[in-house]
């Protein structure tokens, strides 16, 4: 069972387009966070949501957390070619942190 | 301040042989996880380690696999008689704290092949 769901799957979006990806449980989380990936790299920390509602904003980046601390969403905005990535969130469950399948952004120039 | 540092990055195995990947954690970081990835895929929990202990072991195979984190040198993630599945990129990372909320910092991972 996948606790963290992330969609879509794969992304594949036109250089100055806008774009939004998600991140959906059925849990309440007491915080999510969101990694990027390039590939042969390790996970890079991007953002840490924590209260329900806040919105973090990172340059062209907005992450979102859902009031109900289930969901969050992350928007670029005028995507560019250094945007494209695996982009993961996260959260702790059972003392350990658990990851959705990601979401794969390709940016094409 | 260096951030979590594993090693080998590459690490090639014939069938049956010992794989050891190390990680130190980010300095003043006493909790470590591993992670295994295969292409095209996220991150999958293996095992959470503090210092000298093990505190979750659930997604780690019962056989041929161990880790460790002593009290001195870096944590250690061992596989026994490798076989051709172990193939993947095997990620750790770093917390201060194992609480929620706690960020955790990656490594940039090793990448072990089994031929």
Not at chain 1, 19 to 46: A, D, H, I, K, M
Not at chain 2, 27 to 45: A, D, T
Not at chain 2, 66 to 83: C, D, H, M, N, Y
């Amino acid at each position: 069972t996948q606790l963290l769901k992330q969609s879509p799957q794969f992304l594949s979006i036109q250089e100055g387009e806008n774009l939004t990806v998600y991140c959906n449980s059925s849990s309440v989380f007491s915080s999510l966070q969101w990694y990027r990936q390039e590939p042969g790299e390790g996970p890079v920390l991007l953002v840490t949501v924590v209260t329900g509602g806040e919105v973090k904003k990172l340059k062209r980046l907005t992450f979102q957390f859902g009031d109900a601390r289930k969901d969050s969403s992350l928007h670029i905005t005028a995507a560019q070619p250094g945007d494209t990535g695996l982009y993961l969130c996260a959260g702790y469950r059972d003392d350990k942190i658990i990851f959705g399948k990601g979401t794969r952004l390709h940016i094409l120039p | 301040n260096a951030g979590v540092m594993q090693n080998p990055r590459h690490l090639v195995r014939r069938r049956g042989q010992e794989a050891r990947l190390r990680c130190s954690p980010m300095k003043g970081h006493s909790h470590v996880y591993w992670y295994r990835q295969l292409p095209e895929e996220g991150l999958k929990f293996m095992v959470y380690l503090q210092k000298e202990n093990i505190i979750d072991e659930s997604g780690m195979p019962k056989e041929r696999f161990s880790a460790e984190f002593p009290k001195e040198g870096p944590s250690i993630l061992r596989i026994q008689q490798v076989v051709r599945g172990d193939s993947a990129a095997y990620f750790c990372a770093s917390s201060l704290q194992g609480q929620p909320n706690t960020e955790a910092f990656f490594g940039q991972g090793t990448r072990l092949t089994v031929v």
